[in-house]
């Protein structure tokens, strides 16, 4: 019964948020899908919205419209989806940079978002949806031609007022994205202070911008579970994490890396911990990290009655593991997420004989709570 509802809290916590469109609509792939049959079913919703998006060329820019009448920016691109998809998304610009996925532009994909500051408040102002090859269709409010039109964003305006891309549907493997060479269409770029647009494939596009490269800071808090063989209580204490993590991409390829420190108490164990970690990976989703913990108390569990104690837990590298969070919440000022972690400690046993159940537990480590990370750079 521990081992079912320890599977039921990790699958709820792995639940909690759905990312963008990856299920609910009707072309969404089914749950027994295989990798590639879900690839091509986001093949097939990107492509549809492109095509959906297409049909409103030189539709008139209306603040707050929503009809072949005329559409605000983000009004073109609800719009859009409706039409292909028949899903509802957020209303606004900023609320589309809350709820789609972070990607950066050299990874962004036909059917993402585009996102801009365009004015001094500082705010998401603008989003279009995204082509390929730094191409995008939106509907423009000013400059020289106004209404839906195609840019891009190696025109100086875009390029400046540029702050990142985000995804509705997940990743879609590079090999069997369709060639979008075609749907870039022949309208120029509409905003003051731009250059004409065109089906002219862009040049080679410039180094990444400061909206591709972020400094955060974040707290997490999450119960330590006891582990599927462990007695007593589904949980043996708590962990916290406060963390400064950098999102860069050398050689335009993204990677984030982390410093975190991760008060602990150990029920289970009767120690406090202070590990104290590096982490390294591709993305927030998913990290390895690893370093030296303080740990404070007599290590030791109660086994069939007996006091059976360990020793070790101050150790260089006391703790390695891996966190993954598969779903995140994105804000502008940053991101909220439920994670996993398991991670191996370094309790050793004092006793002479072995017992798997009892040392296993000391020495693995899984916790699942949430996680909030703020832009600070």
Same mark, same amino acid.
């Given at each position: 019964?521990?081992?079912?509802?320890?599977?039921?809290?990790?699958? @709820?916590?792995?639940?909690?948020?759905?990312?963008? *469109?990856?299920?609910?609509?009707?072309? !969404?792939?089914?749950?027994?899908?295989?990798?590639?049959?879900? !690839?091509?079913?986001?093949? &097939?919703?990107?492509?549809?919205?492109?095509?959906?998006?297409?049909?409103?060329?030189? %539709?008139?820019?209306?603040? $707050?419209?929503?009809?072949?009448?005329?559409?605000?920016?983000?009004?073109?691109?609800?719009?859009?989806?409706?039409?292909?998809?028949?899903?509802?998304?957020?209303?606004?610009?900023?609320?589309?940079?809350?709820? !789609? &996925?972070?990607?950066?532009?050299?990874?962004?994909?036909?059917?993402?978002? #585009?996102?801009?500051? %365009?004015?001094?408040?500082?705010?998401?102002?603008?989003?279009?949806?995204? #082509?390929?090859?730094?191409?995008?269709?939106?509907?423009?409010?000013?400059?020289?031609?106004?209404?839906?039109?195609?840019?891009?964003?190696?025109?100086?305006?875009?390029?400046? %007022?540029?702050?990142? +891309?985000?995804?509705?549907?997940? &990743?879609?493997?590079? /090999?069997?994205?369709?060639?979008?060479?075609?749907?870039?269409?022949?309208?120029? !770029?509409?905003?003051?202070?731009?250059?004409?647009? $065109?089906?002219?494939?862009?040049?080679?596009?410039?180094?990444?911008?400061?909206?591709?490269?972020?400094?955060?800071?974040?707290? +997490?808090?999450? =119960?330590?579970? /006891?582990?599927?063989?462990g007695d007593g209580d589904i949980f043996r204490g708590f962990a916290s994490q406060f963390s400064f993590s950098l999102d860069a991409h050398?050689?335009?390829?993204?990677?984030?890396?982390?410093?975190?420190?991760?008060?602990?108490?150990?029920?289970?164990?009767?120690?406090?911990?202070?590990?104290?970690?590096?982490?390294?990976? =591709?993305?927030?989703?998913?990290?390895?990290?690893?370093?030296?913990?303080?740990?404070?108390?007599?290590?030791?569990?109660?086994?069939?009655?007996?006091?059976?104690?360990?020793?070790?837990?101050?150790?260089?590298?006391?703790?390695?593991?891996?966190?993954?969070?598969?779903?995140?919440?994105?804000?502008? $000022?940053?991101?909220?997420?439920?994670?996993? &972690?398991?991670?191996?400690?370094?309790?050793?046993?004092?006793?002479?004989?072995?017992?798997?159940?009892?040392?296993?537990?000391?020495?693995?480590?899984?916790?699942?709570? @949430?996680?909030? *990370? @703020?832009?600070?750079?």
């Amino acid at each position: 019964m521990k081992l079912v509802f320890s599977l039921l809290l990790i699958f @709820i916590t792995f639940n909690a948020f759905a990312a963008p *469109l990856e299920s609910g609509y009707a072309l !969404a792939p089914k749950v027994t899908a295989s990798p590639e049959e879900r !690839a091509r079913a986001y093949i &097939e919703a990107r492509q549809k919205v492109v095509e959906a998006s297409k049909k409103y060329e030189g %539709t008139p820019y209306r603040y $707050g419209g929503m009809t072949s009448k005329g559409v605000d920016c983000s009004g073109f691109i609800c719009l859009s989806f409706k039409d292909a998809l028949g899903v509802a998304l957020p209303r606004s610009a900023s609320g589309l940079y809350s709820w !789609a &996925e972070r990607t950066i532009i050299d990874e962004a994909q036909p059917g993402d978002f #585009l996102f801009f500051k %365009t004015d001094k408040s500082g705010n998401i102002t603008h989003v279009g949806l995204y #082509l390929g090859e730094r191409r995008f269709i939106h509907a423009a409010s000013q400059g020289n031609k106004t209404g839906v039109i195609y840019s891009s964003l190696n025109e100086k305006y875009w390029a400046n %007022t540029y702050v990142g +891309a985000g995804r509705a549907f997940p &990743e879609t493997p590079t /090999n069997l994205l369709i060639d979008n060479t075609s749907m870039a269409g022949s309208s120029g !770029a509409g905003r003051k202070g731009s250059k004409q647009g $065109g089906t002219k494939k862009p040049a080679a596009p410039p180094s990444l911008g400061s909206g591709d490269t972020r400094l955060l800071a974040g707290i +997490a808090f999450a =119960p330590i579970l /006891n582990g599927f063989v462990g007695d007593g209580d589904i949980f043996r204490g708590f962990a916290s994490q406060f963390s400064f993590s950098l999102d860069a991409h050398p050689n335009g390829r993204r990677i984030v890396f982390g410093l975190e420190l991760r008060p602990e108490y150990d029920g289970a164990l009767g120690v406090f911990r202070l590990p104290m970690t590096l982490s390294l990976g =591709p993305n927030y989703k998913f990290r390895v990290f690893a370093g030296p913990v303080f740990s404070f108390g007599d290590a030791s569990l109660i086994v069939d009655g007996n006091r059976r104690h360990y020793s070790g837990g101050t150790s260089w590298l006391g703790t390695i593991g891996v966190t993954a969070a598969p779903f995140i919440i994105r804000t502008q $000022g940053g991101e909220i997420a439920p994670f996993i &972690e398991a991670a191996w400690q370094s309790y050793f046993s004092d006793n002479s004989k072995f017992d798997f159940k009892s040392d296993f537990l000391a020495g693995f480590h899984l916790s699942t709570g @949430i996680r909030w *990370l @703020i832009n600070i750079l």
